[in-house]
């Protein structure tokens, strides 16, 4: 964990590598008695897998307090199967940890994930909404309020920018570049800047959102509570999944992402301008994540670019 602090990984991630490997070696100690790395072999951690298919979800703690507090037991989805991505997740961190131990301290002869194949996560097609949608839901926010005009300026600015929530609601008034209509982000996950481009819309709206604000807030941040506080994540998922709720559409903040994403590429947009703006490592990230378009999408799209519709012959 040492180590995965000083490559300056963020909380979520280095709390995910935790709870994986504290559950892991319980599980090593309480099936086989081991408690020594060199001792553990790949048949231990096919094991691991099967039997993470197999226990259901909340079933197991490694520290027993907590369900004191937490009453896993009365969760809706109590003991129902672990995804296929939370088992990959697991695999993967526990990949980590054994590379970490072969390849960088050389504490381990023989790496044991050598041959564990990572599971097959089966991808589900990312919903796109209509613009339709999407006016009902904005609508849905109070603009005569504070903390209203700011859920209707933040969701705007998500779908116009493809920003993840958290580089969002880090933003300050200094990040913006009006001139070439730009915002300079940092990711909180890698702390890694880039920059993401907003449109004419969004340049007038938040020039007016940012004398909005300063009339009734001195904070730093470009969206803060009514304390002046930064507002939390769970916070605006929460408000935008009520507006959702309002009028029966299932939303949440990465869905606007997704959307953005979907929109920038059915509107002629390349892959590899979205690879940088959605702050990806690579293309194939990127298509991996968003190569998933209907078959009414892609027929859509096939109508604007057919070659003898375009053609005069």
Request: net charge positive; hydrophobic share 35%; glycine share 4%.
């Amino acid at each position: 964990m040492l180590y995965c602090s000083s490559k300056n990984l963020s909380r979520k991630t280095l709390a995910s590598y935790e709870q994986t490997l504290k559950l892991f070696i319980m599980y090593l100690d309480n099936q086989f008695g081991i408690d020594d790395v060199k001792k553990v072999q790949s048949g231990h951690i096919r094991q691991y897998i099967k039997y993470v298919r197999e226990r259901g979800k909340y079933t197991v703690v490694n520290k027993e307090e907590s369900k004191g507090k937490n009453h896993p037991e009365s969760r809706s989805d109590f003991k129902k199967e672990v995804s296929m991505t939370t088992i990959a997740n697991y695999v993967r961190n526990i990949k980590v940890f054994f590379n970490f131990l072969y390849q960088v301290e050389r504490e381990i002869p023989k790496n044991p994930v050598e041959n564990i194949e990572n599971p097959k996560v089966e991808r589900k097609v990312k919903k796109i909404l209509t613009p339709e949608d999407i006016k009902k839901v904005i609508n849905q926010f109070e603009r005569e309020t504070f903390h209203g005009y700011r859920n209707y300026v933040i969701t705007r600015l998500l779908l116009d920018t493809g920003m993840r929530v958290g580089e969002c609601l880090n933003l300050q008034a200094e990040n913006f570049d009006f001139k070439h209509k730009s915002i300079l982000i940092t990711n909180p996950k890698n702390r890694q800047q880039r920059y993401v481009y907003f449109s004419f819309k969004s340049a007038n709206e938040m020039k007016h959102w940012m004398r909005f604000k300063d009339r009734y807030s001195d904070s730093p941040f470009l969206f803060p509570t009514t304390r002046g506080t930064q507002l939390e994540i769970r916070n605006f998922e929460r408000a935008l999944r009520k507006a959702g709720e309002r009028v029966k559409i299932h939303i949440h903040p990465h869905l606007l992402r997704n959307n953005f994403a979907k929109y920038y590429i059915l509107n002629n947009g390349d892959w590899f301008s979205l690879c940088r703006i959605l702050g990806h490592s690579s293309v194939d990230v990127t298509q991996k994540a968003y190569l998933d378009f209907t078959d009414d999408e892609i027929a859509k799209k096939y109508q604007k670019h057919s070659p003898l519709a375009n053609l005069e012959i």
